[in-house]
């Protein structure tokens, strides 16, 4: 999980350098394009097939149109906002999937969660601050991303336990493609031509994006969900990280506070569930 975290981290990275210099439909569709290839030879290595009938099932059709606006969304907040603030955002992923589980799962879920469910959305309000001087309209597309990522997960939890890492990965990886398409149709940009370093983000985007993927479909699919979870936010350090170090952003106490109250509510309402359970 720590692995996948710190690969997540490194591919947001090369994404946002690479925003730099292209746009953004043209980097999520020669990401997606790469990342597919690379699943397409490890499911035939695996010997996986990538179609079948388990592919156009309902949670599978649910689980691309969430990819599709998570990825989009979150592509568009790393261009345009601070790397460590949409890391940060991103880190409410778990808190709105347990919520969501029990709206559409039915899920038992106390008030002792919800209250953390409350603080932790709290904690992403106080990061983007709306209504303060300092509020950037921007700052929404990273929650619209992690909205999305919150539904694919969701929807990848009632996906056919026959489809395997790589066709999931494939999949998810067309959707960005189509994300692409979307955008580049929407915005009207033209493509450019990539120069030497800015196809070495992209690789260095793919590389690292099917690494972190892969990681995660393994640490969630042998481990102990309750157990490698809580890692999930290492990803919030290697993000800041990245950010500080890399692209010189400033931390400020609001972010700080907000960090805390999200990855504190994540931790609590994890333990509740295995006190539950």
């Given at each position: 999980?720590?692995?996948?975290?710190?690969?997540?981290?490194?591919?947001?990275?090369?994404?946002?350098?690479?925003?730099?210099?292209?746009?953004?439909?043209?980097?999520?569709?020669?990401?997606?394009?790469?990342?597919?290839?690379?699943?397409?030879?490890?499911?035939?290595?695996?010997?996986?097939?990538?179609?079948?009938?388990?592919?156009?099932?309902?949670?599978?059709?649910?689980?691309?149109?969430?990819?599709?606006?998570?990825r989009l969304f979150y592509v568009m907040a790393l261009a345009l906002t601070p790397l460590s603030s949409a890391t940060v955002?991103?880190?409410?992923?778990?808190?709105?999937?347990?919520?969501?589980?029990?709206?559409?799962?039915?899920?038992r879920v106390g008030w002792r969660r919800w209250c953390a469910i409350a603080i932790g959305l709290t904690g992403v309000v106080?990061?983007?601050?709306?209504?303060?001087?300092?509020?950037?309209?921007?700052?929404?597309?990273?929650?619209?991303?992690?909205?999305?990522?919150a539904g694919r997960d969701l929807a990848s939890r009632a996906a056919p336990a026959s489809l395997g890492t790589s066709v999931?990965?494939?999949?998810?990886?067309?959707?960005?493609?189509?994300?692409?398409?979307?955008?580049?149709?929407?915005?009207?940009?033209?493509?450019?031509?990539?120069?030497?370093?800015?196809?070495?983000?992209?690789?260095?985007?793919?590389?690292?994006?099917?690494?972190?993927?892969?990681?995660?479909?393994?640490?969630?699919?042998?481990?102990?969900?309750?157990?490698?979870?809580?890692?999930?936010?290492?990803?919030?350090?290697?993000?800041?990280?990245?950010?500080?170090?890399?692209?010189?952003?400033?931390?400020?106490?609001?972010?700080?506070?907000?960090?805390?109250?999200?990855?504190?509510?994540?931790?609590?309402?994890?333990?509740?569930?295995?006190?539950?359970?």
């Open positions: 999980m720590v692995v996948a975290m710190a690969a997540f981290a490194v591919e947001d990275a090369f994404v946002k350098a690479a925003a730099g210099l292209l746009p953004i439909g043209q980097i999520l569709i020669m990401f997606g394009v790469g990342g597919a290839f690379l699943f397409t030879c490890l499911a035939g290595v695996s010997k996986e097939p990538l179609l079948e009938s388990d592919v156009l099932s309902r949670p599978m059709r649910i689980r691309a149109v969430f990819e599709v606006s998570g955002i991103l880190q409410a992923t778990p808190i709105v999937v347990v919520a969501g589980a029990a709206l559409v799962f039915g899920e106080i990061i983007i601050r709306p209504g303060s001087d300092s509020f950037s309209a921007l700052s929404i597309l990273a929650v619209l991303g992690m909205f999305g990522f999931l990965g494939f999949y998810g990886f067309v959707s960005i493609v189509i994300a692409g398409v979307i955008y580049a149709v929407w915005s009207g940009e033209a493509f450019v031509s990539p120069d030497a370093g800015t196809l070495a983000f992209l690789v260095g985007a793919v590389l690292s994006g099917v690494l972190a993927y892969s990681a995660l479909m393994k640490a969630m699919r042998t481990g102990d969900v309750s157990a490698v979870t809580p890692f999930r936010y290492s990803r919030l350090l290697f993000g800041i990280g990245f950010g500080v170090l890399v692209f010189n952003e400033r931390l400020d106490s609001a972010m700080l506070i907000g960090s805390g109250l999200i990855v504190l509510s994540g931790l609590f309402i994890l333990w509740r569930g295995k006190q539950a359970a």
